[in-house]
């Protein structure tokens, strides 16, 4: 594993380096296998990185979308991470729809939601079901209790490991999420973080002992590239 942890000054500028990330791991993956998968995550922070990459001139045709978790709610509710990405991002450029790989959630239970997403992403990456297929890249937030995607401390999604996509658990609401597993066989994982709240769980995550199932995000330790790209007020103490 490759990583690499970077402090920017403010907001605005954490989300200018995270885009320039973005697009070059874009290039290189169509340069090279002719398409570039993302699985984008929720929450408050992504949403101008989301308005910034509508604003580029990108061969949208061979551009992937898929989601690292979503809530388990319906596509037009205002909690879904699908809706927030068509209204800052995909819903403004020309995207093929059916390049755009939603997570299911009107099915009978989140159970079949879950299967069926990973049939999906195993039919979409042609995957035998040995080897986890390889996202390019997985982009990952972090809450202050450090969990990341739906992955929460202490719940059961976390031992799930021969699967790619499960059912999370945050305040007896389910939610589908990619396990650490499939998240970690990604080429790049590339977390953005904001705010001062999120400093006493990044100080447990890069401490070099702390309970894993505590402080999720510990679990995160991809094959590829693992960047951390923190605001100043989140990664005061990282500074060196």
Known sequence: ??????????????????????????????????????????????????????????????IHIFWGDERYVAADHPDSNELMARRAWLDRVDIPAANIHPVPTLEANPELAAAKYEQQLKEFFNSSGVEFPWLDVVLLGMGDDAHT????????????????????????????????????????????????????????????????????????QPQGELWWLLDAAAGLELQH
Do not use: C
């Open 1 to 62: 594993m490759n990583k690499t942890v970077e402090v920017l000054p403010d907001q605005p500028a954490l989300v200018t380096r995270a885009l320039e990330l973005i697009l070059s791991k874009l290039e290189t993956a169509i340069e090279q296998r002719g398409r570039f998968t993302i699985a984008l995550s929720g929450g408050s922070t992504p949403k101008p990185l989301y308005e910034a990459i509508a604003n580029q001139k990108l061969p949208w045709d061979k």
């Open 149 to 220: 995607a739906s992955l929460f401390p202490h719940t059961e999604a976390l031992k799930v490991s021969d699967r790619l996509v499960t059912v999370g658990n945050k305040d007896a609401n389910p939610r589908i999420t990619f396990t650490y597993p499939f998240i970690n066989s990604a080429r790049s994982v590339i977390f953005v973080v904001a705010g001062a709240n999120k400093r006493p769980a990044l100080a447990q995550v890069f401490a070099p002992v702390a309970d894993d199932f505590t402080y999720p995000s510990r679990l995160i």
